[in-house]
């Protein structure tokens, strides 16, 4: 019966993945995500639950990276986040709460892109947002200004500027590769980040990050090179993981992240 039973559930799977990714259409997504990383005594964990609404229905296509469906269909959408950062350390217990809510738009009816993205800590008025205005130079590819805005409570505002662009390129045997890249001018530094990840399959891709002086409530350590992999279990459920060897002055440490994607 087992031998029987295996073949049976392996062929259901995969009929569900490929019918799935024809017909199916998602207009909503949650990302869940974890990340810890032991620094010395101090333990750092940061958590995100990120809600995103598509304005139309957007559909995988036919061998093309399921991650990227919105990008490619060029849909526009709306978020909300939630981002908790946790620091342990015995007597040193600290957190950090931060709500958000962004939008992006873009369409196959002209070349513009906008986003926009502002987050808000609780407990003051501190607040910080990141806008980008770019151009579809080519059908999937995106070059964009940056503006980063800081305003702190009780502490002066800054605004600073920078490049970014991303890029999906197809490869042999029908894969695709997915480039992005930032550069931004900050007070004190540059910031920059590479990053490519390789789809062998549309619902499967591995990666690689290097990021320098550019944090966020996602990388609070701005200085990583992370290796990263995500899996579509069914063209609804992605499942994700990355590990990452993080720069904290004197001293470099693991940092390790998991999380998940469900489309509806």
Do not use: C
């Amino acid at each position: 019966m087992k031998s029987r039973v295996i073949p049976f559930v392996v062929s259901v799977l995969a009929s569900t993945i490929a019918v799935g990714a024809q017909a199916q259409s998602f207009q909503f997504q949650t990302d869940a995500d974890y990340n810890s990383a032991d620094i010395g005594p101090v333990d750092v964990n940061g958590m995100q639950i990120r809600q995103q609404y598509f304005l139309a229905p957007i559909q995988n296509g036919d061998n093309q990276p399921w991650r990227e469906a919105a990008f490619l269909n060029r849909s526009s959408s709306v978020n909300l986040s939630y981002n908790r950062i946790e620091t342990d350390g015995g007597n040193d217990d600290d957190s950090l709460n931060a709500w958000g809510i962004g939008g992006e738009y873009m369409s196959n009816s002209h070349d513009f892109y906008a986003a926009l993205d502002v987050n808000f800590l609780n407990g003051d008025n501190s607040f910080g947002a990141t806008g980008k205005l770019g151009f579809f130079v080519q059908q999937n590819w995106l070059v964009a200004l940056d503006v980063y805005h800081s305003n702190p409570d009780n502490y002066g505002s800054s605004t600073d500027y920078g490049l970014s662009t991303k890029a999906i390129l197809p490869v042999m045997n029908g894969d695709h590769l997915v480039l992005t890249a930032s550069y931004a001018d900050f007070d004190e530094d540059n910031g920059h980040v590479f990053a490519a990840d390789y789809y062998i399959r549309p619902y499967w891709s591995v990666g690689l990050a290097v990021r320098n002086d550019m944090e966020t409530l996602q990388n609070v350590f701005g200085d990583s090179v992370e290796l990263r992999s995500e899996y579509f279990v069914t063209p609804q459920l992605a499942l994700r993981g990355a590990l990452s060897r993080v720069d904290v002055g004197a001293d470099d440490e693991n940092q390790f992240a998991v999380g998940a994607s469900y489309r509806f």
